[in-house]
């Protein structure tokens, strides 16, 4: 998969250099450019943000610096600049990288790796995760396959546990916290001492209580509350709207 590119600069033989590096760089494709700030604004924090910008910093309409605040949440940005004084300032914007005219082909490719080499082990990580498991049953000599995705929620008691999941349950000989351990963290999360739920399978949050799919009702432990809430608003949806 090759990485979307940005250009931003107000100078267009800067634009066309960066553009020709971005042409003879395996991995990297370009998405688009413009020496206009406004309107690349627009473009880059889009439906479809590139995932590398290149972003001049002293531009008329809206400088590099300006750009960056509005827009380093939807790409990684990497300076490039004939002013060095900008780099301290550039970094707080937290700026993946600061390129000083003139650019040489090797910086710029230095640069660019270092993106290509996390996105490889980022993806090398997916294809390594698995998404199951085997576990031991009460009947001697037996393990269970148990897919991840088909868990509804764990329910622990003193030296087993027992895993509701959409086929049916199962109770291997494991406490609710060494399961814990194997369990992807984005997916699931502990809502009270005897409860882990699959975050995917939740209908609906009211006051202490969490609902999952199949209209299974638990309750929300006091101790596990803020961390749980604080799950659920990185997943909410929020207007900027002011009723």
Avoid: W
Avoid at 37 to 61: C, H, Q, S
Avoid at 158 to 182: A, F, R
Avoid at 213 to 242: A, C, P, Q, V, W
């Amino acid at each position: 998969m090759n990485l979307k590119c940005y250009v931003i600069d107000d100078e267009y033989h800067s634009v066309e250099m960066l553009l020709a590096y971005i042409d003879q760089t395996d991995g990297l494709e370009l998405q688009g450019f413009s020496t206009n700030p406004l309107v690349a604004l627009n473009e880059v924090t889009g439906a479809n943000p590139p995932d590398i910008t290149f972003l001049d910093v002293e531009m008329p309409e809206l400088s590099g610096m300006e750009f960056a605040e509005m827009a380093n949440l939807y790409t990684k940005i990497i300076f490039t600049t004939s002013f060095q004084e900008f780099a301290l300032e550039a970094f707080e914007k937290e700026a993946f990288d600061f390129l000083l005219k003139p650019i040489s082909y090797a910086r710029f490719r230095r640069s660019v790796q270092r993106i290509l080499r996390d996105v490889k082990k980022a993806e090398a990580g997916q294809k390594k995760k698995r998404d199951f498991f085997f576990v031991k049953t009460e009947t001697r000599g037996r393990m269970v396959k148990v897919t991840i995705n088909d868990i509804l929620y764990i329910e622990g008691a003193q030296n087993y546990i027992k895993i509701h999941l959409i086929s049916g349950d199962i109770m291997p000989y494991l406490t609710i916290n060494e399961i814990e351990q194997y369990l992807p963290m984005d997916q699931f999360t502990r809502v009270h001492q005897s409860f882990i739920i699959n975050t995917d399978r939740i209908k609906a949050v009211e006051q202490m209580r969490v609902i999952l799919e199949d209209d299974i009702t638990l309750n929300l432990g006091r101790f596990y509350k803020e961390s749980f809430l604080e799950k659920m608003n990185e997943l909410l949806l929020k207007s900027r709207r002011r009723f």
